[in-house]
């Protein structure tokens, strides 16, 4: 089985300020994680992977996700906010394997709203 | 434009009735997926398909259907028997293999009547 918690339903941050929106993970073996955003009535765009490799990982529009595996967790990160960055993140995990036949079965995490004032 | 598109973007269904959503990409992708969005739920993943003809169950199929006889193509239909059809549908696509990423179309908002 695999599972995903965002514990923080929204988070505020003030633009310029550093952003983290977190992310803790289950899974039995080694994890693929993700991070999606949304913005109203749109689909999901892709931010940034873990897969393997550096635990700090790089992404779009400045965001950047560090990988712990002592703590299961893989937050989400900017050094500063901006007000457009203002939507709902998503956080996914899959069970690592280069190819398992069951396609890429994510179970995603129920989202953090993340607003962001001037 | 490569991409994925869903269409239409807002459907309306009567109690009883059946209807589909089309889901179209052109971006050769293996697999495909249906994802159900509800507030404060998440995403929940209704069906998945890796291969033309194949597809599997996800985590809520009851109450909808697929078909996979196109490559660029996975339309879902919402039938009578699912009794709380109102959502956000989105459809996704990725090349095979878990460490690929998901790219999600722009979704349907079906409202039952």
């Known amino acids: 089985a695999q599972s995903v918690a965002q514990p923080e339903d929204q988070v505020n941050v003030a633009e310029g300020n550093p952003l983290t929106v977190k992310c803790t993970y289950s899974v039995s073996g080694n994890p693929y994680l993700f991070w999606y955003v949304q913005y109203p009535n749109r689909g999901l765009q892709f931010l940034l992977k873990y897969i393997t490799g550096d635990n700090l990982v790089k992404g779009s529009y400045g965001f950047e996700a560090e990988f712990n595996k002592s703590q299961t967790s893989f937050h989400l990160k900017k050094p500063s906010a901006l007000v457009s960055d203002s939507a709902l993140y998503f956080c996914a995990v899959r069970i690592g394997a280069f190819y398992t036949g069951t396609a890429s079965k994510l179970t995603f995490g129920t989202g953090t709203r993340l607003q962001v004032t001037l | 434009d490569g991409g994925i598109t869903q269409s239409p973007k807002y459907l309306f269904r009567k109690e009883g009735q059946n209807v589909t959503l089309s889901c179209e990409q052109n971006l050769n992708h293996d697999a495909m997926y249906w994802y159900r969005q509800d507030p404060g739920q998440g995403l929940r993943l209704i069906y998945y398909s890796q291969i033309v003809n194949d597809f599997q169950k996800g985590d809520i199929a009851e109450g909808y259907s697929v078909s996979r006889e196109k490559k660029e193509s996975f339309p879902l239909t919402v039938t009578s028997a699912q009794k709380n059809p109102t959502a956000f549908y989105l459809c996704?696509?990725?090349?095979?293999?878990?460490?690929?990423?998901?790219?999600f179309g722009p979704g349907t908002r079906l409202t039952v009547l």
């Open positions: 996704a696509s990725s090349f095979a293999g878990g460490y690929n990423e998901q790219f």
